[in-house]
């Protein structure tokens, strides 16, 4: 892990204390910052829900492509904080938004999770329902913290989330689609969890490739009857549910289409660059 060396962070930054900011995770190929204005659009959001002065995108661009390693692909962080505040959790003002960049190595995921999918399980912890930070990618992930921890398995690659209505919400670090014929169903989002920017890029996507796509409530049997399962984000791009519990499923033609059309976009990392066939 690597730190812009032109940006630190105070003990006394309201992100460490409270956890009062957000941050986006891009994936990068080529030194290319992947789906960058889908990113912007919600950190945006993001600090205007939080009282944020809007971010300047084309200088936080800039600041990106200087933290860049000269890499084929990487992921990089970025991590906005309401600055440095006194004790309380009244907010200052104005407020003075701190940034942070951070560049990480791309994850080593095994190339099979993209060819044959995953094991993925149920987990214990439950999702709050908060329609005031639901969306965004706060720094508060304690919920996602405690899920993770639940396994040491490193055969399950994933673990689902429910909320407290028992409505399926995501995964620990993915969102999810459920696939029916050619019906694809992803869960509501405006009360617990993440609308992911992968999220977003099926949702555009898919119907132009002739998909019905629905937001809605789906519950654990929604999943276990499916026949296909889908998990997104922004780093691994799409991966298709080998296993859940003891449901097992096949590697069928909607995953294979939406992933072939986010390659082409230029959405995703393209693995077949690094893992030929």
């Not at 309201?14 to 290319?32: M, N």
């Not at 904080?81 to 960049?101: D, E, I, K, M, S």
């Not at 969890?193 to 519950?219: C, E, S």
């Amino acid at each position: 892990m690597t730190e812009n060396n032109m940006l630190s962070l105070s003990v006394y930054d309201r992100g460490l204390h409270y956890g009062d900011g957000l941050f986006e995770t891009y994936a990068v190929q080529h030194k290319q910052l992947l789906c960058w204005t889908w990113h912007g659009e919600r950190l945006i959001e993001g600090c205007q829900r939080l009282g944020f002065p809007p971010p300047d995108l084309p200088k936080l661009y800039q600041q990106a492509h200087q933290s860049l390693p000269d890499t084929p692909r990487s992921i990089l962080k970025l991590l906005i904080t309401r600055g440095v505040g006194g004790r309380g959790y009244r907010p200052p003002q104005p407020a003075t938004p701190h940034c942070l960049f951070l560049s990480y190595p791309y994850p080593a995921y095994p190339p099979h999770y993209t060819e044959r999918g995953v094991k993925v399980r149920v987990c214990t912890t439950r999702l709050a329902c908060q329609p005031l930070l639901a969306g965004l990618k706060h720094l508060n992930r304690l919920e996602q913290v405690l899920a993770r921890q639940e396994w040491d398995n490193t055969d399950i690659a994933e673990g689902l989330m429910l909320d407290t209505a028992d409505n399926i919400i995501e995964g620990t670090m993915t969102n999810l689609f459920i696939v029916k014929g050619k019906n694809i169903y992803t869960p509501d989002v405006t009360q617990a969890g993440i609308a992911g920017v992968m999220r977003r890029a099926i949702l555009t996507l898919a119907p132009q490739l002739g998909f019905t796509v629905t937001i809605g409530h789906y519950n654990l049997q929604d999943c276990l009857t499916a026949d296909e399962l889908l998990l997104t984000n922004s780093v691994i791009g799409l991966w298709t549910v080998q296993q859940l519990n003891n449901q097992r499923y096949s590697v069928g033609t909607v995953s294979q289409t939406i992933r072939h059309h986010l390659r082409q976009q230029q959405w995703i990392v393209n693995d077949a660059e690094f893992f030929p066939t």
